[in-house]
Structures are given as structure tokens and as C-alpha cells.
């Protein structure tokens, strides 16, 4: 499994920084912990806080600094 | 790739620029800011901005969070983290922005133990995996990550977590757009709305700007033809004599925003009284700190830090362009002393910083343009 690179932030954009998120699908929701795995377009994967949004497995999700802001149209 | 390719299509792009150019009046200059660095970041990227007519103008904002945070709440971070058994955590682009004596990074190659991480959630996760060191969380940003570091520390808190605890440095969207709109400097016609700031505080927030000031507002999108779209709306609106807020980024934005951030937020922040932001100054209610019933989790209460205000290098013209009186080539040390990989001003440390984003992109255009 990919994970993601911390360093990316580094790169063309910080995703964690500015007021851009991305794009990430469900792939697994643990409800118990509030949490879910999440793939980014590129196939790396992150836990992500989803706190803040119904999420289930196929949804997309707009993501900053590791938490679902709103869950996008399905694609 | 569904909601990217379709918003960065060249014919659609050149269809816009076209209805641009069809609604801009001869005669009369246009100055429209993307509050944004997210935006301003996209628009060296795509060259948004040379396919606009020579009298709209693109005027750069001051929503790069990593731009605005003064030196001296660097200074602080950097004494927290040479504490003793304190594990340091911030995000990427916080290593390299200068305090007066260095940034984290330095400090980190001076031996603090200084981590970056993705989220505040992995910063809470390296806590609970060392028990016996105290792990800081150095948060930044606007309402866009905000949320994520309310969520965490409500996680720590539930969880007991006892040896983790924040340095909020959490800004809020509003209260700088005011400052500039009552600043004598800047005179603009219109603003492009923060698009992800705006799916947590919703497109509302933003409403005071046509009616207390009179321009209009519309909330827009990443890719080149959202912020080409956004532009033409504003030119619609002003062309018919129109003032309002208008919601381009349907697609993402909701009118009301993420009603469970905005309560989670009031109940782990509340408004600092003041807070300086880099080249702005002090403005009031700004900034958020943590709530009295998340006090135990306050890293500024847990550890002394200096505390002090620092003033920017005299070199640096941040300040200038943060509040768009000055393009970033037109600062002194743009490009020779301050370059992304030794930044002199916060600007040219984020990729979404107007300085690193035109150092990275427009430079090259305008180098063209000149020969």
C-alpha cells in the first residue's frame, strides 16, 4: 500500500497549507473510530478524520490536512 | 480524470476569454483579487492571467495562512521546540518559513526534534506512541484546516491523551478582508472568494462585502476555467450594476457551509482578542486560540515561549504584496536575495505564496515578454 509522502509538500502544492484540498475515495469506513481509508486519484492511501461528513465506501471526498471537509458528487 | 480534465479544457478556456473580453468596457481598468493563494498559486500555473485583457487585473491576496504568520510566532515555535523532550510537529511548508534567528528546519538540523506531518492526527498518533516525550502540534491555516485540528484535539481530549497539546495559530478569512477594504491603499473592483475556506464557512460569510462595500463577491474553483468563469461573473456583475455574492464552485461549495465544523470549532476555539499578521499588522478578533475547556491542551500555556514581536527584514516587501499594492517583481529583492530556496519573506516560501507562484510560473512569461 502507498502511503502518502509527507514531503509532497515540498512539491507543486502544499495540500495541507493552502486553501486547496484534493480529491480522495473511500475505501473502507471504520465507524467506530471515526476514521476511514482513503485513496488519492495517484493510488497513494491515508487515514482520514470523517468527523465532519457521511461517508461510505465509493465516496469522494474533499480532504484537507487529513480531514473530509464535504463529500463531492460521485463520480 | 471527472471534475478536473473538463475544467482545464483549452477551447472552453479560449470561449471564456473571449466573453471576457466581449464584457470589459474600453477605457475602464479593472482590479479584481483573488483572496486566495490557492488561486493565485493556479493562475501563474496555467497563465489564467495572459488570457485576460490588458485593462483586468489580477491583484494577489493575503490567503496564503503561511505568508501571514508573523516571525515572532516562529520564534516561539522554534523555543517550544528546544524544550526538552518536546517531539515538534508542523506541516511541511511551516519548516521553512524564517524566524529572525532561522526556521524549523534549521532548528531541527540543530538537533530539535522537529517533525513534519500530513495531520494533526498523525502528530496525536506520534504522541500516543511515546508516551514519555510531550508532542506540540504547531497549527496554521484558515477554516480550511482548522476543523482538523478542533476534531484532534477533541480525539486528545476523549482519549486522555495527556502529552499532546497545540500552538494555535488558526486564522479567520473575514476579519482581513475588512482590514483591506478599509485600507486607503487598494482600490478593487471585485473579489474572487476563497473556494475551500468557503465549503467550511459557506459562501455567507462573504455578504458584507457587497453590502458594506459595495463589490461584488463570487466564490470560485481550482482549475483554470473555474477562476476564468468567476472572473466573467464579476465582470457581469459589474457591467449590469450588480452587487452580490455569487457561488461559482455550486459543485463543492454549499451556501451554508459544514454546519458540524463550524460547532466543533466553537467548542474547541474562541476568538484571540487581536493577533498581527504578517504585513497587515494587528487585527482584531482574527485569530482563534483554544477554549478554556481545552486549556489543558494549550501549548502555549504548557511551555514559556518568548512571546515577542519581531519586525520583518527591511529587504523584505511582503507586506506590499500581500496586500497587492505591489506585484512580486516589483519587490527589490525579488528573484536575487529572496528566492524559494532562500527566502528572505513568508511569500516566496509556499507554493501558494504570489512570490514563489510567479517565481515558479510568471517569471518566465514576463522574462519572454520583455525580449
Given amino acids: ?75 | 480524470m471527472r471534475y478536473v480534465d473538463e475544467f482545464r479544457d483549452a477551447d472552453l478556456g479560449r470561449a471564456l476569454a473571449g466573453e471576457i473580453l466581449a464584457t470589459v468596457e474600453s477605457g475602464r481598468h479593472y482590479k479584481v483579487m483573488e483572496v486566495c493563494g490557492g488561486h493565485t498559486h493556479s493562475i501563474y500555473k496555467y497563465g489564467v492571467d495572459d488570457l485576460l485583457p490588458e485593462n483586468v487585473e489580477l491583484v494577489h491576496g493575503p490567503g496564503c495562512p503561511v505568508c501571514v504568520i508573523p516571525m515572532g510566532r516562529v520564534d516561539d515555535g522554534i523555543a517550544i521546540a528546544h524544550e526538552p523532550g518536546v517531539i515538534f510537529t508542523c506541516f511541511g511548508d511551516m519548516m521553512r518559513v524564517p524566524g529572525s534567528e532561522g526556521t524549523l528546519m534549521e532548528a531541527k538540523a540543530r538537533g530539535a526534534d522537529i517533525r513534519m506531518v500530513y495531520s494533526p492526527l498523525d502528530a496525536l498518533r506520534l504522541a500516543k506512541e511515546n508516551p514519555d516525550r510531550e508532542v506540540v502540534f504547531f497549527a496554521i491555516g484558515f477554516e480550511t484546516t482548522a476543523p482538523s485540528t478542533a476534531l484532534t484535539l477533541r480525539r486528545a481530549k476523549a482519549e486522555g491523551v495527556s502529552n499532546f497539546s497545540c500552538v494555535c495559530n488558526h486564522v479567520t478569512i473575514v476579519p482581513p478582508l475588512r482590514a483591506l477594504l478599509e485600507s486607503p491603499d487598494l482600490r478593487l473592483d471585485g473579489f474572487i472568494g476563497p473556494g475551500h475556506v468557503s465549503t467550511v464557512v459557506g459562501a455567507r460569510p462573504f455578504q458584507f462585502i457587497p453590502a458594506d462595500h459595495g463589490k461584488p463577491v463570487v466564490v470560485a474553483g481550482f482549475e483554470p476555467l473555474d477562476i476564468l468563469q468567476a472572473i466573467h461573473m464579476i465582470l457581469l456583475q459589474l457591467r449590469d450594476g450588480r452587487c452580490e455574492v455569487e457561488n461559482q464552485y455550486k459543485r463543492v461549495v454549499p451556501w451554508e457551509g459544514n454546519l458540524k465544523a463550524l460547532e466543533v470549532m466553537s467548542e474547541v476555539f474562541e476568538l484571540r482578542p487581536h493577533f498581527e499578521w504578517r504585513g497587515l499588522g494587528f487585527i482584531s478578533q482574527s485569530a482563534l486560540r483554544l477554549s478554556d475547556d481545552y486549556a489543558d491542551l494549550d501549548a502555549e500555556q504548557r511551555f514559556s515561549a518568548p512571546g515577542v514581536r519581531v519586525a520583518d527584514p527591511k529587504a523584505c516587501q511582503c507586506g506590499e504584496v500581500l496586500k497587492g499594492v505591489i506585484k512580486p517583481w516589483e519587490c527589490k529583492v525579488f528573484g536575487t536575495a529572496c528566492t524559494p530556496e532562500h527566502a528572505i519573506g513568508t511569500c516566496m516560501v509556499s507554493p501558494e505564496g504570489a512570490c514563489a507562484a510567479y517565481y515558479n510560473y510568471g517569471r518566465f512569461a514576463r522574462e519572454r515578454a520583455v525580449v
Wanted: net charge negative; proline share 4%; hydrophobic share 45%.
Fill in chain 1, 1 to 75: 500500500m502507498a502511503e502518502h509522502s509527507p514531503a509532497a509538500c515540498f512539491d507543486d502544492h502544499c495540500i495541507t497549507c493552502g486553501d486547496e484540498g484534493i480529491a480522495m475515495q473511500v475505501v473502507a469506513v471504520d465507524e467506530v473510530r471515526g476514521l476511514a481509508l482513503c485513496e488519492e486519484p495517484e493510488g497513494a492511501r491515508s487515514t482520514i478524520e470523517i468527523g465532519l461528513v457521511d461517508a461510505a465506501p465509493g465516496d469522494r471526498l474533499l480532504v484537507h490536512a487529513g480531514t473530509a471537509l464535504v463529500r463531492l458528487e460521485s463520480a
